[in-house]
């Protein structure tokens, strides 16, 4: 069957859900994904094992995050705005 969500199976696993492709951090797995899709810009995600871009934390006001795929905020915006 398809992937559980929360997984990614880019082929040939025996169980939709093996731990060693438990979702990365900074990504989403949706049921049936063969890899994990990054988090868009503007967010990040710390933890393992996302269903889905939801789950993706909105940037906090004094944080910036550029790219996609973050497990964290890239850097601290100037103090004071």
Known sequence: GPCNEGYYCPGGQ???SEAGYE???GHYCPSGSAHPLPCPAGTYLPST???NETQ???CSAGNACNGTGLIAPTSPTAPGH
Request: with cysteine; hydrophobic share 35%.
């Open 23 to 25: 979702c990365l951090r």
């Open 14 to 16: 025996a169980f939709p």
């Open 56 to 58: 993706c934390l909105p």
């Open 49 to 51: 094992g996302s269903r």
